[in-house]
C-alpha cells in the first residue's frame, strides 16, 4: 500500500483543515487507517483512527469533538476533517495504514506510512 497525503496549509485558530489520503493498491479496505502528528522536538502522536470498514472510530483526547476521521473504500480515501483548530495543533501530519483489524493508536503498530503534509495554525 502506498499512501500520499495532502490538504495540509495555513489556517488562523478557530478555522478549519480537510486532511486526505490516498491510498493505492486493491486492499485498502482490509487496513485500518490512522492518522499521527509530530511537532518539532516531539515524538510522533497518534491523533485518530478508523478501523477498515469505517464503523469505529477513536481519537487522541486533544481530537475528541473537533477532528473527525472517515473513510471512501471504494475511493481509497481516508478524510481527516479537522474544526476549531489550535495554535498546539501544529504539526506534520501523516497517514498510516495498519494490518491489524481494529483502530491501532500506537505507531508501531502500522506497516505503512504517508510522507506528511505540513498543517500550521497561526494565532
Known amino acids: 500500500v502506498q499512501l500520499q497525503a495532502y490538504g495540509g496549509g495555513l489556517v488562523q485558530a478557530g478555522g478549519s483543515l480537510r486532511l486526505s489520503c490516498a491510498a493505492s493498491g486493491r486492499t485498502f479496505s482490509t487496513y485500518a487507517m490512522g492518522w499521527f502528528h509530530q511537532a518539532p522536538g516531539k515524538e510522533r502522536g497518534f491523533v485518530a483512527a478508523?478501523?477498515?470498514?469505517?464503523?469505529?472510530?477513536y481519537y487522541a483526547d486533544s481530537a475528541k469533538g473537533r477532528f473527525t476521521i472517515s473513510r471512501d473504500n471504494a475511493k481509497n480515501t481516508v478524510i481527516l476533517q479537522m474544526n476549531s483548530l489550535k495554535p498546539e495543533d501544529t504539526a506534520v501530519y501523516y497517514c498510516?495504514?495498519?494490518?491489524?483489524?481494529?483502530?491501532?493508536?500506537?505507531?508501531?503498530?502500522?506497516?505503512?506510512w504517508g510522507q506528511g503534509t505540513q498543517v500550521t495554525v497561526s494565532s
Open positions: 478508523i478501523n477498515w470498514s469505517g464503523g469505529s472510530t
Open positions: 498510516a495504514a495498519s494490518r491489524l483489524s481494529h483502530w491501532p493508536i500506537g505507531a508501531h503498530e502500522y506497516d505503512y
